[in-house]
């Protein structure tokens, strides 16, 4: 019996050395996490001419959790209310940036408040650049919102060109060359892959529009970042219509109809966006199959095939008449549509992609919506760990490659590898 004991306490001493083990291990992996990041954020901004001086000069007055804002796996957000206070104390640089990536929601203005001077900013966007400017020789700076936000990074730089991946938005276009009217966040990754990076590194000026933006409102961090990756620089618009799984049109109709929403809706949608952007080519999605089945893919690409030439009727949604006046879109293209079918090649490697092609461009770009990693989507477009995808030609069902002409003005593609085959490119 006193045996057992004694072993009994061995083999609790024992757990209790391992316990101790696995919490010394687990501290030293997250200081080392911490350290990695330290160091990838002093590389890139030795790279820039911008330092990132983020770790210097923030400091945070009653917010939880900030210390964590500076670890870039890091999947807190910090919460800003009523009396918390972002502070920048500046006395070695001048700062001249403020990058902040809002979570979820952005709020109207952002108070920036100088020693001497004080500046009230209009906030547009989820993932937000301001430039200093005269506030930049302050040595101290606090920052307010106008309502409660969550934060998920915020980056302090000093003057000079910043860094790539520091989102700088501009407005959504005035004129497009092509506009890429997707269902979901994703699908401009996916089933256009390689598309909008080859027409943007060719400086086409190019406009994304989801017909049915995310539920969940963090998955609009993943949209803008997998944007920005691919070279768009103009930010997206988003049609108000509810997200759904269905098998088929007449369901997709059916759903959209239970919020609410009618076939003239998304036609009116349709029309204005053509009007806004007065684009010379409109992307789509694959109208037979819904890419994978997806009866919300179908049910808008029909729409863009059925309404299209309406941009060109004055009666047809006459608030955007009057507002941006007619547009008449020279080409329709769906993708994997049957008539007039073109091969574009994804796969050349260049030079305003830095080597890369734009297929790998997309593939990059859709890294970054994390929450996607499931079922059929990483598989489409990576492939397995025995058989990688590393061109757009490997993919055999669903190419991204193959589109067809569904509307034209121009008349159809002879050569039938560029989409602005047969336009004005000085247009
Ligand atoms: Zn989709």
């Given at each position: 019996m006193k045996f057992n004991i004694v072993e009994i306490k061995h083999k609790l001493k024992k757990k209790k050395e391992r316990i101790k083990r696995f919490k010394r291990n687990l501290r030293l992996a997250k200081r080392k996490i911490h350290f990695r990041a330290l160091k990838n954020d002093l590389k890139s901004s030795l790279k820039?001419?911008?330092?990132?001086?983020s770790w210097f000069c923030l400091t945070f007055k009653?917010?939880?959790?900030?210390?964590?804002?500076?670890?870039?796996?890091?999947?807190k957000v910090i919460r800003v209310i009523n009396d918390s206070q972002i502070n920048i104390l500046n006395p070695f640089h001048k700062v001249n940036y403020i990058y902040i990536k809002f979570h979820k929601e952005f709020p109207q203005k952002i108070f920036i408040k100088g020693q001497n001077a004080n500046t009230t900013y209009q906030c547009k966007y989820l993932h937000t650049l301001i430039k200093l400017n005269d506030l930049s020789v302050l040595r101290k700076i606090s920052i307010k919102f106008s309502s409660d936000v969550k934060i998920n990074r915020i980056y302090v730089f000093t003057d000079g060109e910043l860094p790539d991946w520091v989102q700088k938005w501009e407005p959504?276009?005035?004129?497009?060359?092509l506009l890429a009217m997707s269902t979901h966040s994703d699908d401009e990754q996916l089933f256009f892959a390689g598309v909008l990076p080859l027409y943007a590194a060719k400086n086409k000026r190019i406009q994304v529009s989801y017909f049915a933006p995310p539920?969940?409102?963090?998955?609009f961090n993943e949209l803008l970042d997998g944007l920005w990756q691919i070279g768009i620089k103009n930010y997206p618009v988003f049609a108000p219509f509810y997200e759904e799984w269905s098998m088929s049109i007449p369901e997709a109709k059916n759903n959209l109809s239970n919020h609410n929403t009618t076939e003239e809706d998304i036609q009116n949608y349709i029309v204005s966006t053509i009007r806004r952007f007065k684009p010379l080519v409109v992307i789509g999605q694959?109208?037979?199959?819904?890419?994978?089945?997806?009866g919300q893919h179908m049910y808008f690409a029909y729409c863009l095939g059925k309404y299209?030439?309406?941009?060109?009727?004055?009666?047809?949604d006459p608030e955007s008449t009057r507002k941006y006046g007619l547009h008449s879109v020279s080409k329709l293209y769906l993708h994997?549509?049957?008539?007039?079918r073109i091969v574009l090649d994804l796969d050349i490697p260049m030079k305003e992609l830095h080597g890369k092609t734009p297929f790998e461009k997309s593939q990059e770009g859709f890294s970054?919506?994390?929450?996607?990693?499931?079922?059929?989507f990483p598989k489409f477009l990576y492939?397995?760990?025995?058989h990688p995808i590393?061109?757009?030609?490997?993919?055999?069902?669903?190419?991204?490659?193959e589109w067809g002409l569904a509307y034209t003005t121009v008349g159809p593609d002879l050569i039938c590898c560029d989409m602005f085959e047969n336009l004005d490119q000085t247009d």
């Open positions: 820039s001419d911008a330092k990132n001086i009653n917010i939880k959790h900030a210390r964590y804002i500076f670890l870039r796996n890091n999947k959504p276009c005035e004129k497009a060359d539920l969940a409102l963090h998955r694959d109208p037979i199959n819904g890419e994978y089945g997806h299209i030439s309406n941009s060109t009727n004055p009666v047809i994997l549509h049957k008539n007039n970054k919506h994390r929450s996607q990693y499931v079922a059929f492939g397995t760990i025995r590393t061109q757009a030609r490997q993919i055999k069902d669903n190419s991204p490659c």
